[in-house]
């Protein structure tokens, strides 16, 4: 039994840097978003896993918020965000898909490396779920950085801080308190979001960041 | 006479937040504005009353000998920012820059952002710390956007993507402090409470310690502006109302700073840690000789004084990296000196950004004939900012500088080079701000010179004389720094 929970506690957060790794290759902001709803559901399967492990009820609580605002409403209203922007066409990428790809591989490598050795004593459930997490970590920052259109660096936040969920709830018996709080994070951080992309739209018809570059501050 | 303490701390949290939300629903500006400062200064008369008052450190929240000097600081700034904040306001809604429902939102965003550092400053949880932090940023991102013109649009955004990135990294750094506590303090809300922290910290395990300081570091120090990570600083500066400057200068980027500190302690108390002086001294040069350069290159005044932050929080990052009695004393000398300089200059900035209807340097000129008191008080604040004798400044730049030479002479010299290099910009252009043939707008100015000069007056005071219980209480923090 125990070995059976390991395994898919085991499974739950591998596929999670699956779906982040193939969040980096898509091409279509519609795909994305469809994607990140998989990478929400993902960890809510996760989250509730390990509610159960740990005998934590508390946990169920954090699944369930990753479900029904992760998974459902945040991609939804993403996706008609994006229809009544009309830019549902191609994701600007800044480096081609194969070398952001090997970076990813080189991230999720280094993430292994670095947790592994870092923490020989810790409890292996604990220990390699946050290796996983740091590797979401590192890939939703990848994508961030890797993408020049605002809806896909917000998407590459919010996988992002799926990895820090998959890593707090990893961390046996960690206080309610931030749980709560990372959920409210997410929820404020998608209000300014939200804030900003109408704004944006007011401003140049397009929420592509790139555009913004020609205003630099600087004014030379 | 506990409750009076508890009252006291309650205070310092429940004032802002109660004054935010009536000023979301109140309308009229005069009047916010003016509650504004009230609730300003009941929290200053409530964080005076801290130092007289502690209570016992609790779960989530505590006061100590450290933080306690934070907190007065926060405060009283945030105070005299908000009587700076009535007038220049006055004058937006004058121009029609800014409209009566986003200055309704604008006052109701500055007490919860002072709710947030606050907050940061008296969480005894390193969760709480990193939640409330995360409050502050939020918050300012909003302020910094809302002009709405498309530079102050983009200086939000990158503010709000390189803060996240920042603020995930720091929750990172969270967990694996819990995790590293975990085994000897027990589950739950202990592992992340900071007194029991420290005081059980020399069975941690020092590996992921070491690891959990990196993300913090990397995380936390965004927050500070240490570059590399400052990109966002200059531009957040700039496209703000000026007040915000004003309080990310002289406030938030101590609040990260002090959030910094306090992990630096707790490896402090491992013993087979890294330790992580070196780090920050290494973080700290770098940000002061590069933003020492880049103060040459600059045409936007708030810009230039963005890139002099970064100068000086790298000045106190070093000095907090070398350690010891006499640095960390300089350190702390030297944010509070910087935090009441930079606000001070930020307020002259303000009025003149105001009167003369620009902010690029070589439109403003010969200050001190047009606008005699403002021009007057930017020299003394430049004069103050740049390091020269005999002000407050000169003597915390002084004492770091002579307790380098006295223990690792080598880095004195990048260290003055850098002092040296801010000190020749910040001058060339003073020059021609303030006395070069006059340029822009005569008309006169209705400014509030009070909260500039009483700020002015204490740097020109501390440089000539520190009190003595002031320097005692200066002295026995630094020695629980380490």
């Given amino acids: 039994m125990d070995r059976f929970a390991f395994d898919l506690a085991h499974l739950l957060a591998g596929g999670l840097v699956l779906v982040s790794f193939t969040m980096l290759y898509q091409d279509r902001l519609y795909a994305l978003l469809n994607i990140f709803a998989i990478h929400a559901l993902v960890l809510t399967l996760s989250v509730a896993w390990q509610a159960n492990v740990q005998h934590a009820p508390h946990l169920y609580v954090t ?50 490396v670095v947790m592994l050795r870092v923490t020989p004593g810790a409890d292996p459930l604990a220990r390699e779920d946050l290796a996983f997490a740091l590797a979401v970590v590192l890939l939703g920052l990848l994508m961030m950085v890797t993408r020049r259109n605002a809806v896909s660096q917000v998407v590459g936040f919010m996988s992002l801080e799926n990895g820090l969920i998959l890593a707090a709830t990893g961390a046996k018996g960690m206080p309610l308190v931030v749980e709560i709080s990372v959920a409210f994070s997410i929820l404020i951080a998608f209000i300014v ?17 790139h555009a913004l570059d020609r205003f630099r501050g600087e004014r030379r | 006479m506990s409750f009076l303490g508890l009252d006291a701390l309650g205070a310092v949290l429940l004032v802002p937040i109660a004054a935010a939300t009536i000023l979301i629903v109140l309308p009229g500006y005069v009047l916010s504005a003016r509650l504004n400062v009230v609730a300003s200064l009941v929290t200053l008369g409530a964080a005076v009353l801290l130092f007289f008052e502690r209570p016992a450190p609790g779960q989530y929240l505590h006061v100590d000998d450290l933080n306690v000097v934070f907190i007065v600081l926060n405060t009283f700034v945030g105070f005299t920012t908000s009587v700076f904040s009535a007038s220049y306001i006055a004058h937006e809604i004058e121009i029609g820059r800014l409209t009566p429902t986003y200055l309704r939102f604008y006052h109701a965003m500055y007490q919860t952002m002072m709710f947030g550092m606050n907050l940061a400053l008296v969480a005894n949880s390193i969760g709480l710390m990193w939640v409330a932090v995360e409050l502050a940023t939020l918050t300012t991102v909003l302020m910094v956007g809302i002009y709405r013109t498309s530079e102050a649009l983009e200086a939000a ?88 400057s004003a309080v990310l200068s002289g406030l938030l980027l101590n609040v990260a700073l002090y959030a910094l500190l306090r992990f630096k302690i707790l490896l402090a108390a491992t013993p087979q840690a890294i330790a992580p002086g070196p780090l920050l001294v290494t973080l700290g040069l770098t940000s002061l000789v590069f933003a020492a350069f880049m103060l040459y290159r600059r045409r936007d005044i708030k810009r230039m004084f963005a890139y002099s932050s970064i100068e000086h929080m790298g000045i106190i990052a070093f000095a907090f990296g070398m350690g010891g009695p006499l640095a960390n004393f300089a350190g702390l000398l030297h944010m509070t000196m910087h935090s009441l300089t930079k606000s001070a200059i930020f307020f002259a900035v303000g009025h003149i950004a105001q009167v003369k209807g620009t902010q690029k340097i070589a439109e403003i000129r010969g200050l001190t004939v047009t606008h005699p008191v403002l ?47 801010a000190f020749g910009a910040l001058l060339l252009r003073l020059g021609g701000l303030a006395f070069g043939e006059p340029a822009g707008s005569t008309a006169p100015v209705e400014a509030s010179y009070v909260p500039m000069f009483t700020h002015l007056g204490l740097v020109c005071t501390a440089g000539i004389y520190l009190p003595p219980p002031l320097v005692a209480w200066f002295q026995h923090v630094a020695a629980l720094l380490g």
């Fill in chain 2, 375 to 421: 021009g007057w008080g930017l020299v003394l604040g430049v004069v103050a900012i740049a390091g020269l004798p005999p002000l407050g400044i000169f003597m915390s730049e002084f004492l770091v500088v002579s307790s380098t030479f006295a223990r690792q002479p080598w880095l004195a010299i990048p260290l003055v080079l850098g002092l040296l290099v």
């Fill in chain 1, 193 to 209: 979001i939200g804030i900003f992309l109408f704004r944006i739209r007011e401003r140049f018809d397009t929420v592509d960041v």
């Fill in chain 1, 63 to 112: 699944a369930a918020i990753a479900l029904v605002f992760k998974a459902i409403v945040v991609p939804l209203a993403l996706h008609r965000m994006v229809v009544r922007l009309g830019i549902h066409r191609e994701v600007e990428t800044v480096v081609g898909i194969g070398a952001t790809m090997l970076a990813g591989i080189g991230l999720v490598a280094l993430s292994m």
């Fill in chain 2, 157 to 244: 955004w990158k503010y709000f993507i390189l803060g996240s990135v920042g603020i995930a990294l720091a929750l990172f750094g969270t967990i694996l402090v819990y995790m590293a506590a975990r085994p000897v303090v027990g589950e739950g809300v202990d592992a992340m409470t900071w007194t029991i922290l420290v005081a059980n910290a020399s069975g941690f395990d020092p590996a992921l310690l070491n690891l959990a300081f990196i993300f913090l570091l990397l995380g936390y120090g965004t927050k500070v502006g240490l570059a590399p990570l400052h990109a966002w600083l200059p531009d957040a500066h700039a496209e703000g109302p000026t007040p915000i």
